[in-house]
């Protein structure tokens, strides 16, 4: 329902190479056009003027949904309406984005800098110039008929140094990340049987009958249950 968004990212660190990325996937409830550029210049920004000592001590996927969180509502604006941080990372194309996702790398020097590379796509997973994300939020500002001012400060937003700068296919490579997590976890369900806690995502109509009914044979198989709406 609304105008969806999602925002993929993986942290990667240079000073302990044997530590495995932190994946995250964001959902972004109410944003498109214009709030798109907004939303990705402050977030892009901010990470890329990071600095974190041990990075690995931290869940870097909180830190990115906060920044969000705290532009939503900056200089009289209100979207994103909702933030949220998947309970885990997901493919690109499997999340219900009716606009589109973005990929971000950030990796992170042994002196804690932050350097971020982007990717835009559309819902068929194609790249997204800086061009077609101007159009995109052109449009949607015309139709609100703000001023001409107004509009070239949101222009100005799309920084080629932030927006779109990776060569690779982020996409390709964070899709990937997530399969070899996926059948990390299946390794793990195999050894540990059912020591791993689960968490019921209920959708639908009757989201406490449902969970509830779900809960119940999930307990009686051995797993321990927590719950999330």
Known sequence: MG??????????????LDNKPQYTSIHLQWCWGSHIIRNLNRLLKTLSNTECEYPSMYNLGNYARSILE????????NYPFGVFREDEPYKTFQGDSNHGWCVLFINISKKGKF??????????????????????????????????????????????????????????????????????????????????KYTILAKGKNLYTTSNRIEKELKKAGFEVGRHF
């Open 70 to 77: 705290v532009n939503k509502g900056l200089e009289g604006h």
């Open 115 to 196: 350097k971020v590379k982007s990717l835009f796509y559309d819902t068929s997973g194609k790249l997204v110039t800086n061009e077609d994300l101007w159009e995109d939020a052109l449009k949607e500002l015309s139709y609100h008929k703000i001023s001409k001012e107004e509009i070239a400060k949101y222009k100005k937003l799309i920084d080629k140094k932030l927006f779109n700068n990776a060569e690779e296919d982020l996409q390709e490579i964070f899709n990937k990340g997530i399969e070899n997590l996926n059948v990390e976890k299946e390794k793990e369900i195999k050894k540990n049987g059912y020591k791993l």
């Open 3 to 16: 105008e969806r968004y999602q925002i993929h990212l993986r942290f990667k660190e240079e000073k302990n």
